[in-house]
């Protein structure tokens, strides 16, 4: 029997990191492909010397500097092109080390939390696809708490999005966030529990 692959999503702002933490604090090992992505911009990290090469720019102290990356490809497609074939292969990589290291520790099922499943057509990578949701007040308020945010930027980011009512009805399973964070967490136990008598 293999790893069961559960696939985390959900946009911008709804909560996603936070459910990832209440699976790995429940035992699971949790993948996050945007953290993953963060270490290889850091000083020695996988990506800066590709990255200096593509986006001369986006270095400050041999690091990519993320807010500069982001104007340099924000709204230029080919731009974004260009930066997907730097990171995604360099990802891959490392996830299939990250889905190795967890089936060889003896883990039944692993967490993949990934920002756009729906929208670059990875549904078949998962066995089961776990979308985390919040009313859209309440997403934009949290997403334009963040520095550097604008509503501008927000509305990029959410036109590369599929809408949230598209992304629940594709959903094996739905968490909520627009609720206290104790019921966030029971329904991440409950779904927990679930999967593992599916096993």
């Known amino acids: 029997m293999g790893l069961k692959i559960i696939g985390l999503t959900g946009s911008i702002g709804m909560g996603k ?9 429940e035992g699971i090992p949790v993948y996050n492909v945007d953290a993953e992505i963060h270490k290889f911009y850091q000083r020695g990290g996988r990506a800066v010397d590709a990255i200096r090469e593509a986006f001369p720019d986006a270095i400050v102290d041999d690091q990519v500097d993320r807010p500069k990356l982001s104007k340099l490809v924000v709204g230029n497609e080919d731009a974004i092109r260009r930066l997907e074939k730097i990171v995604h292969p360099m990802v891959g990589a490392h996830r299939a080390e990250f889905l190795a290291e967890a089936e060889k520790d003896g883990h039944d099922m692993v967490v993949l939390d990934v920002p756009l499943i729906f ?11 776990v979308v985390v949701s919040a009313p859209a007040h309440l997403q934009r308020a949290r997403v334009l708490a963040r520095d550097d945010m604008t509503e501008e930027k927000l ?11 598209h992304k629940r009805q594709k959903a094996h399973h739905v968490i909520e966030t627009g609720c206290p964070e104790e019921e966030t ?6 779904l927990i529990k679930s999967l593992k008598e599916e096993i």
């Open 17 to 25: 990191s936070t459910v990832g933490k209440m699976f790995e604090a």
């Open 185 to 190: 967490r029971m329904q991440v136990k409950t």
């Open 155 to 165: 509305d990029t980011i959410l036109s590369r999005q599929l809408p949230d009512e």
């Open 119 to 129: 929208e670059t057509n990875g549904e078949s990578n998962f066995d089961t696809i």
